[in-house]
């Protein structure tokens, strides 16, 4: 009996050694520690082809990357702990108080922006058109054609604004109200809900106004366009009497903002090279959208997708790595 | 029926005090609400009033993690000490399935051990089940094996697997354990049996940031996490197991001269064993309804497929991974039960080291054999991607197509809910005055229980006044509340038509116990692409999951009423419509009432999960705190939700007892 498990403890050992993998012979700092890098992994397609992007390139200079699952606004409180590193890009549009309070700690460090400009706002499909002629500019929402066609049976008589979760912090009742729109907010409790009920909308054709961003996999695969406000400005947020309604604040279109990169603050000794190459990391938008539609139109996996990516353009990300 | 009767007569000649109570309680709220100015802060419970006991809870936790200190370290060193022990076996398991084996040298890494390979896995499961005789469920395993194989979910469910078999284990455990200290010392029962009525009750999502900040953000908080929601269930049944033995038992143990500690260990855990299952399969269940939300702080596995799929409305895609989740748990279950089933075998001559551990070294020679074959075949060390399949076209396009045409007839049947049951329930809910809704609470306590259910339900329903979420309360009350009334006016009709009929019996347990164990998310989206976003479409998905107990509950309830009683009233004559309604029904209403009290608890555990629809409920305001990463807040309202239950369950409970008294039931 003890001979067997003898046999078999070499066995295991043997087979491991045959199957040892040769490394990666990179420069001898580099990487200079063996320790897991936790990437995180949000589960959405832009995001998570970013973060295999940086994941696989780091993993080319021989760092060991463990691509972590993790909810959007939790993340920053592991990041902030430790216990996850790089963090999935934070949105100006939804979660800027969180990383403002995040970067504030002192734990996560802001590792700049992506170089892509997100855009979060009111988005329509282009059939709604139909009953509201003269979109994508708002005055278009406040004829009481267009807000019959887009009122359901617990917004009635008004119209249904479809919204993100509240905690996402979309100041649409301020703009209803200082715009005198005739609508009410309806609050999709996660971004798999807002989903849900758009695409299914619009798949019957049912004239709906929701809140969506770019880039994202709807705008790309539905053709649709972003309402257009008056712009925005500072001012327009703080200063009741700016814009067209002079009582009142929120008279005015959202502001735009970037993608941000954050990561564990303790990591930056751990890991100095890791978390230069994140620092270099840039996309541009034109580039993110492909990648996105790539995935969510054509159906290719996001890893595969980035891969891809790494292969074709050596050029981009070579200065990164050096 | 003497006994019945003879109450009957004297609540005729003397006023029953509890329902002049109940009547008080209602006349006085009724002038409450006729003096919306004069009385305004009865009817409106005032802002100032409010006592910032989540700022105060905040603070505790934000204590506890920075500055609360155990002499040697700090409190937070040691629940990290504790999550990096919950971790290594997980870790371990991961491992040797997944991931494989990795020995780091300084730069470079030395050693580096294939996970074990998917055929060998599944073959050595296979000849475990096997020894234990049962051929179908031998089949079963295998094919389910197969399936998370073929669809591409290996890597998932082997994730799924290494993190719940660790948390099954500890919660059946700590269960048993807890159960014996609390059958023992009544003190330890005192504290322990409100503490368990919380967290069966808290929603996750209210305790989810103080676990991530003690804990980690990882495996080690999701397993905290779920053990906090599963354990209890083991450690009552346990309890309760221990209180029904035999005194007989106990007695043979002791003339046969069992130590206190033989005695327990030797003789009273062994014969509640096959009692003591329920709670291992309570626990399974429970441990794997967590894993969805487990999966979104860090556990990964199959959890994060379905959520990643239903993000992206890949409805087929999630419910493959959903599936998976189901079968796995139900693997789990069976086999537990027939382990537990094997009876110790007495043998005159012990069986030699060789013998005993042939199938454990098979099973390992079987599952290291084909992982170094795999060295040489990938296909065996890996399923490749050619040989997977996925069914996912399929369901979207079903739901595609009855969203295009059939969306008509639902759009009406939702109005017709809307405008008829939910906008007149909520409103009637909402412009309750709270001082009025308190009194009449306690008044229904005095009714049923006496003075102390009184104070009990008055206090708990005044607490959620006081931490100002009363409005939110309200609107899960009511959510709830209807859920729970739809769910019994189409559970229990099923129920009692499954006492009757074996077949439909039959057909039933396979939807209730799918229903019961696939993860909610699964049909949450498909749900609301037909019912779009609202508090239609939670109702729905609470009525899907809280229907369960009402027709099991009806269902047991009927099929125990005596066939003597039953005799009996077919030999006076009665029909069988009479004997359903005269006979049947009465004496199993405790058994449904209990039922209805599950349906209700199953209901506000929904609450979180339908907040994700998006209803203003305590739910929501759990997932808003969890976001702003705000303990206090999450905690408050998830204390709430718990006070709802702990008083449904208390009121519904205590009439359960008038009734069985009455009934000459057994009262016990």
Known sequence: MLKLIQKLTAGIVLSGLIFASSGLTANAAVPESKEPIKVVMMGYSGDNIIMFIYGELIKKLGYNVEYTPADYIGQFTGVGAGDLHIASPGWDTTAKAVLAEAFASGNVLNMGDIGIAVNEDWWYPLYVKEVCPGLPDWKALLEPGCVKALSVVETEPKARFLSGPIEWGGTDPERIAAMGLDFEVINAGSDGALAADLVAAIKRKQPIVAWSWEPYWIPALYPGEFVTWPEFDDACYDDPSWGMNSKMTHDCGRPNGFMWKAAWSGGEKVWPKAYDVWRKFKLDAKTAGELVYKSDVDGVDTKVVAEQWIAENESTWKPWLE | ?668
């Open chain 2, 1 to 668: 029926m003497d006994v019945t009767k003879s109450s009957l007569q004297q609540n005729k000649l003397r006023l029953n005090p509890g329902l002049v109570a109940i009547l008080v309680a209602i006349v006085v709220s009724l002038i409450i609400t006729s003096q919306p100015t004069l009385l305004a802060w009865a009817n409106d419970y005032p802002k100032s009033w409010v006592l910032p006991v989540s700022n105060y809870l905040s603070d505790f936790v934000k204590w506890l993690v920075n500055d609360a200190s155990l002499g040697l370290f700090t409190f937070k060193e040691f629940t990290r000490g504790i999550g990096s022990i919950l971790n290594a076996p997980t870790l371990f398991l991961k491992s040797l399935l997944v991931t494989g084996f990795k020995i780091e040298g300084e730069t470079q890494t030395l050693l580096q051990i294939p996970p074990l390979s998917w055929l060998g896995v599944t073959a050595a499961i296979g000849l475990m089940t096997a020894s234990l005789g049962d051929r179908r469920l031998t089949i079963f395993v295998v094919l389910v094996f197969l399936y998370v194989a073929f669809i591409g979910l290996w890597d998932s469910t082997m994730l799924t697997l290494a993190s719940i078999i660790v948390a099954v284990l500890i919660g059946i455990g700590s269960g048993v354990l807890l159960g014996i200290a609390s059958f023992k010392w009544t003190i330890v029962d005192r504290v322990l049996t409100p503490t368990f009525d919380f967290m069966q009750t808290m929603p996750v999502f209210a305790y989810l940031v103080p676990a991530l900040m003690l804990f980690g953000y990882g495996p080690a908080a999701a397993m905290v996490v779920t053990l906090i929601y599963a354990t209890p269930p083991m450690a009552r049944i346990t309890k309760i197991s221990l209180g029904q033995l035999d005194s007989e038992t106990v007695e043979y143990g002791r003339m046969a001269g069992c130590s206190k500690h033989q005695l327990t260990w030797e003789v009273l855990i062994p014969s509640i064993r096959p009692r003591l299952m329920v709670g291992v399969n309570q626990v399974i269940m429970l441990t794997l309804n967590m894993v969805i939300i487990a999966s979104l702080i860090g556990a990964g596995g199959l959890g994060f497929d379905v959520w990643q799929a239903l993000k992206a409305l890949r409805i087929g895609q999630g419910a493959e991974a959903g599936i998976a989740i189901t079968l796995v748990a139900i693997v789990l279950d069976r086999l537990s039960q027939q382990f537990a089933a094997r009876r110790p075998v007495h043998q005159d001559i012990q069986p030699s080291a060789a013998q005993r551990y042939r199938l454990p070294m098979l099973m390992i020679a079987v599952a290291i054999g084909a992982t170094i074959i795999g060295q040489w075949l990938p296909a065996i060390s890996q399923v490749p991607d050619s040989w997977t399949f996925s069914t996912g076209k399929f369901w979207d396009n079903i739901i595609d197509w009855i969203n295009i045409n059939g969306y008509e007839y639902i759009d009406g049947f939702r109005r017709f809910f809307f405008v008829y049951l939910l906008k007149p329930t909520k409103g009637f809910m909402l412009s309750l005055p709270w001082l009025g809704v308190v009194m009449v609470m306690a008044a229904i306590g005095y009714h049923l229980g006496g003075i102390r259910l009184a104070v009990l339900a008055g206090v708990l329903v005044g607490f959620i006044a006081t931490v100002g979420l009363w409005e939110k309360a309200m609107i899960s009350v009511y959510l709830v509340g209807v859920c729970v009334f739809i769910a019994s006016l189409v559970g229990i009709p099923i129920g009692v038509i499954a006492a009757g009929n074996q077949r439909v019996h039959n057909i039933v347990q396979v939807i209730i116990d799918t229903l019961q164990t696939l993860p909610s998310f699964v049909y949450l989206i498909p749900v609301i692409m037909l019912f779009s976003v609202g508090e239609f479409t939670a109702m729905v998905a609470i009525v899907m999951y809280a229907i369960v107990p009402a027709i099991r509950y009806t269902d047991h309830g009927i099929r125990q009423v005596s066939t003597e009683v039953i005799e009996a009233a077919r030999a006076m004559g009665c029909t069988r419509m009479q004997i359903l309604r005269r006979v049947q029904l009465p004496l199993a209403l405790p058994e449904i009432m209990l039922g209805i009290n599950q349906t209700l608890m199953m209901g506000l555990s929904m609450l979180v999960i339908t907040a994700l629809v998006g209803t203003r409920d305590l739910g929501q305001e759990t997932l808003i705190a969890l976001s702003k990463v705000d303990p206090g807040r999450g905690v408050t309202a998830g204390i709430c939700v718990a006070i709802i239950a702990i008083t449904a369950d208390r009121l519904i409970n205590a009439w359960v007892q008038q009734r069985k008294m009455k009934l000459g039931l057994d009262g016990k």
